[in-house]
């Protein structure tokens, strides 16, 4: 059967797209990048927001308008996962409803061709899975799934199900299987990256083992982290290896201690800025981002006061900036008063506005300095070649001489925010 993958949401989500490629390759189908010539479409969904979920399934919608013959469409992931068989009532044009727990019994289940909801839960890690993955030379290693937070906004915990970590003998063959293949880079996943535990093995043990395999050809970075698990070890871990990327994605939610609280984050204010306090000590070129939530239930102007003073003291270089988003089965539905949507779409415009100032005030701070990037890939526009810093900054260079995997000393000479311009100094081949 020729099949066709379409992915939405996080990373997570992109390495799953890989190992549903896998599954179905190793079951004898193809797998095209032409949604039109597919017989079969799987839509991989993200459920964190309401905005995800619509796209995804508006794009299931589109399907129907595709000439020919309608394709047989997968709704794969966290929506699948949330909704289970009312998608099968509500929307005729789904065949198969399957969650993130149970890819492995696709191959089957397009065999027999009937409608059906799988949301099977339990401890499905695709150790036996061979990922295709597309995206060299960067590359996705999943070392946990799941999460135990439970924040009182997030839906991740009831569609993702408890953590378990991977162990550690199995991801350190995993990237060094790419290592071997020339891959430049690796980046570690997991829902809460550094809650990571197995056998005693902790996660900045487990970053140092991985950045010992990975060796001078191949960097290092982790995705995504919670505040509360960040510790001085982990920061100690990365200052230490030279090919461990100098970038940290930790997401604040708020700037308010009450709404902290309410959220079920597990700090404060004043705890989350010793962590920024700590990275920056060790690691002062250490590129920042972090995720805002504006208009959780119950929040007032003044709190979203705090908000904004904490992008103006920690000055991010990225931010990812949302309003709150009901999600069905999350504890915050039960706290009131709900902010009015309109106003937390003033509030989000509010910090969008500030962070786009940060983060072209640090993006132009860049220019002049000396940097060794990682070739990705053709640029969009003819004639250039995307790379990427150890901070994860996209820089364009405007040469066609080089090739995916290379590393080229740059020297930035132009920034507007997200994009940045380098002019190689020197040509360090793969």
Known sequence: ????????????????????????????????????????????????????????????????????????????????????????????????????????????????????????????????????????????????????????????????????????????????????????EVTLLGQNVNSYIHNGVNFPKLLEKVSRIAGDRCRVRFVTSHPRDLTRELASVMVSRDNICNQFHLPAQSGNDRILKAMNRGYTRNEYLDKVAMLKEVMPDIVLSTDMIAGFPGETSTEFEDSISLLKEVRFDYAFLFRYSERNGTSALNISPAVPVKERLERLSVLQDLQAEITMERSKE?????????????????????????????????????????????????????????????????
């Open 1 to 184: 059967m020729i099949c066709h993958i379409e992915v939405y949401g996080c990373q997570m989500n992109v390495h799953d797209g890989e190992i549903l490629s896998g599954i179905l390759k190793a079951a004898g189908h193809i797998v095209v990048d032409d949604a039109k010539i597919a017989e079969a479409v799987f839509v991989v969904t993200c459920a964190v927001r309401e905005h995800a979920e619509t796209r995804a399934l508006g794009r299931v919608t589109h399907l129907a308008g595709i000439p020919g013959k309608k394709p047989i469409v997968v709704l794969c992931g966290c929506v699948a996962q949330e909704h289970g068989e009312e998608l099968l009532r509500k929307m005729k044009l789904i065949d198969i409803v399957i969650g993130p727990d149970a890819y492995h019994r696709l191959p089957e289940l397009l065999q027999e061709q009937r409608r059906v909801a799988v949301t099977d839960q339990g401890i499905e890690d695709y150790e036996q899975v061979t990922a295709v993955r597309k995206q060299f030379p960067r590359s996705f290693v999943t070392v946990m799934r799941g999460c135990n937070n439970f924040c009182t906004y997030c839906i991740v915990p009831r569609v993702r199900g408890r953590e378990r970590s991977r162990p550690a003998d199995l991801i350190l063959r995993e990237v060094e299987g790419l290592v071997e293949a020339g891959y430049g």
């Open 366 to 430: 860049t220019i002049g300095r000396e940097l060794t990037v990682l070739v990705t890939g053709p640029a969009r526009r003819p004639g250039q070649m995307a790379s990427r810093t150890m901070g994860n900054r996209l820089v364009i260079l405007e040469s066609l001489e080089f090739t995916p995997g290379d590393l080229v000393p740059v020297k930035i000479t132009k920034a507007d925010g997200y994009t940045h311009f380098g002019e190689p100094l020197s040509f360090l081949s793969q």
